[in-house]
């Protein structure tokens, strides 16, 4: 018998929250395999403050994630939902639901395995089938975390190349003394630091394309009026917020390779 999931599905604004925006974003926060997973319960926290949250955990993060540290108002989501709530055609597939709700995917913190995987459109999980399924108008954020001999690896340097050219922007690890005790760099970025760029990369860019959206049915609510007009006035009630692509190319295409260019590291 599968277990149902309940995602909320609805697309409709809520409470004005934010100048511009009709609804908070909605983040999905995944763990891989790292042992900065131990901080995944703190960014959960913090990104909770300003967005709406969901989790997934890769098997191998569940050794390391603190279920009692994630904020009640975020569910976590493993393999075992994934195949837990399918059993028949008809039922919904987990990561197909998540992938159509998330504004952003945000992978912190990114293992050097799943990272390959990523890069090699490999979908063997529920977090890796999310990657595979995405829509790419919509960003994906990685923070890696690993030993600095992984991180070295000319491995890394080519899947994260793979991963630029999809347009995955990249938080940069960190240099300090790992977990393992070595002093070198890939270590996650600090919970904190994820937690104010994705503020700034998500509200910037949903604002902005908020404007852009309202502006944009106007006009289209004013072709409508047009008799010859075949345009659908309520048609663009239904934009996604990271939808509004073609007209915010512009800010759109720009924030991910501005982004990505600050943070990569010398590596590249
Ligand atoms: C104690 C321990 C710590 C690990 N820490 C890391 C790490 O920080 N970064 C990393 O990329 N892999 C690390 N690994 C290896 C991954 O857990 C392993 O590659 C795993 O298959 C990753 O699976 P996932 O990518 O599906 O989460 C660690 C393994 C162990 C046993």
């Not at 989790?55 to 975020?74: G, I, N």
């Not at 399924?133 to 080519?158: L, V």
């Not at 790992?178 to 937690?195: K, Q, R, T, Y």
């Not at 075949?230 to 390779?257: D, I, N, W």
Request: net charge positive; with cysteine.
């Amino acid at each position: 018998m599968a277990s149902k999931v309940n995602l909320d599905k609805s697309d409709s604004p809520r409470v004005s929250w934010e100048k511009g925006l009709a609804r908070k974003p909605r983040i999905l926060l995944a763990a891989s395999g790292s042992v900065a997973s131990i901080k995944f319960g703190i960014l959960a926290e913090s990104l909770s403050d300003w967005a709406e949250v969901k989790a997934v955990a890769t098997k191998s993060a569940l050794h390391f994630v603190d279920k009692s540290a994630l904020p009640p108002s975020v569910p976590l989501y493993t393999d075992q939902e994934e195949w837990g709530s399918w059993s028949k055609i008809g039922d919904e597939v987990l990561h197909i639901e998540l992938r159509k709700w998330a504004d952003a995917l945000v992978i912190a913190p990114l293992s050097a395995n799943t990272l390959a995987k990523v890069a090699g459109g490999l979908c063997d999980n529920l977090l890796t089938c999310v990657v595979r399924a995405w829509d790419f108008s919509k960003p994906i954020f990685i923070a890696p975390a690993m030993n600095t001999y992984m991180w070295d690896s000319p491995f890394t340097r080519k899947h994260l190349l793979a991963a630029q050219e999809l347009g995955i922007i990249l938080i940069s690890p960190i240099a300090k003394k790992l977990a393992c005790g070595d002093l070198g760099n890939g270590a996650m970025e600090e919970p904190s630091v994820i937690d104010s760029t994705l503020r700034l990369a998500l509200l910037k860019t949903m604002s902005f394309n908020a404007r852009v959206c309202g502006k944009r049915k106007w006009i289209m609510e004013q072709s409508a009026e047009d008799e010859n007009s075949t345009v659908e006035a309520g048609e663009v009630r239904k934009e996604h917020p990271f939808r509004a692509r073609k007209l915010s190319r512009c800010s759109g295409a720009l924030l991910p390779v501005a982004i990505f260019t600050c943070l990569l590291p010398p590596l590249l």
